[in-house]
């Protein structure tokens, strides 16, 4: 082991990986940042791992998912890792 679970690809003063630094930060959550060419062209590395050269990017290690987009990376990180990972069940309430 010894790997951080997730690993974050992003650049600085980006309002979109700032969105996912908060969430990351409000669940508590273990990560590396790796920070990247500002030049969208240069990103080699994103594009390796996600096949797209956008940031934000994550590596989720634990679950083996890899994911750009912020409102995609948040949405996942509160589904895995937020209150609704563990209490699924407790919204639906009107069975038949």
Not at 27 to 50: A, M, N, Q, T, W
Not at 67 to 87: C, F, K, P, Q, W
């Amino acid at each position: 082991m010894g790997e951080t679970p997730i690993t974050f690809y992003r650049l600085q003063a980006c309002p979109y990986c700032e969105r996912v630094t908060r969430t990351l930060d409000e669940l508590g959550l273990e990560y590396r940042s790796r920070f990247v060419e500002p030049l969208h062209s240069k990103r080699d590395v994103v594009k390796r791992i996600s096949g797209k050269r956008s940031v934000p990017a994550i590596v989720d290690h634990g679950t083996g998912v890899t994911m750009s987009e912020s409102a995609n990376i948040v949405e996942y990180l509160e589904r895995t890792y937020g209150d609704d990972a563990d209490g699924s069940e407790a919204e639906t309430g009107g069975a038949a």
